[in-house]
């Protein structure tokens, strides 16, 4: 990031594509050959004017172009998988010109929940920055995107964290990153008021998970703003508003 006379310029730089996706088709090819993979996690997608679903698509390419792809366990991980995860993630960032970012490079794909003995812990899905990689247990993801009212959704959730790590550093030089930290920091404040917490808590509106940390609420709360949009802002305004704000979302007011 830096200035000059008269603006703010970042100077944000995407890593080398690292993508395996096989399949050689255009925007249109996608929306006609795969459509079902993308309502899964994008139910109003057929609702769209096409413009905007060349762009989804679009977007949806540019992903699968920059992240590589890696199944373990023999996880049954073909063309539509890949094309529904980069479809959930492409749904995060709907409100960002720079929607790629380089916390991660990699997608591990795991048939089902994986203990890691180095951390003593079994994960259905994972944020490792260190490695930058993101991990999946396949049938959970597949659980989450066909139960989309439930508020927990495992892609959300993970790209998520990865969104916060790349926003949140203090170098940070995304063209979004000063935006999220606002926000951020609003979503902080809300929840330190402790009338504001005793409240949601009692809505039963989020998992108890969500109060482990910060970063984990945060996480559990764009999957509301996608999954429990009606509630969620109904409830808690304000808060809604926050979280749409920190990422840009088309549905929230602009800042």
């Not at 959970?140 to 927990?152: M, V």
């Not at 030089?173 to 504001?196: D, R, V």
Request: with cysteine; charged share 20%.
């Amino acid at each position: 990031m830096f200035y000059n006379r008269y603006r703010l310029f970042y100077d944000y730089r995407l890593n080398k594509p690292n993508g395996n996706f096989e399949l050689k088709i255009t925007p249109e090819q996608l929306i006609y050959q795969h459509t079902d993979a993308i309502v899964k996690v994008f139910p109003i997608f057929n609702q769209l004017p096409h413009r905007f679903k060349i762009n989804y698509c679009k977007r949806i390419l540019k992903f699968l172009n920059q992240y590589h792809f890696i199944s373990k366990d023999n996880a049954l991980v073909n063309s539509a998988v890949k094309i529904s995860i980069a479809a959930s993630y492409i749904k995060l960032t709907l409100g960002y010109n720079q929607f790629l970012i380089n916390a991660f490079d990699k997608i591990i794909i795991y048939p089902t929940a994986k203990y890691f003995h180095h951390l003593d812990e079994t994960h259905t899905g994972h944020f490792n920055p260190k490695l930058k990689v993101i991990m999946f247990a396949l049938d959970e993801f597949q659980h989450d995107i066909s139960h989309n009212t439930d508020g927990k959704d495992i892609a959300l959730h993970e790209f998520s964290h990865a969104l916060c790590f790349e926003m949140l550093k203090s170098t940070a030089t995304h063209p979004n990153a000063t935006s999220f930290k606002k926000n951020f920091q609003l979503i902080k404040n809300w929840f330190n008021n402790s009338n504001n917490k005793t409240r949601l808590i009692q809505t039963n509106l989020i998992r108890s998970y969500a109060y482990t940390n910060l970063l984990e609420l945060i996480s559990v709360l764009i999957e509301l703003f996608f999954e429990k949009e009606v509630e969620f802002k109904s409830l808690f305004p304000d808060l809604y508003q926050y979280v749409g704000k920190m990422i840009q979302h088309p549905k929230a007011k602009s800042i």
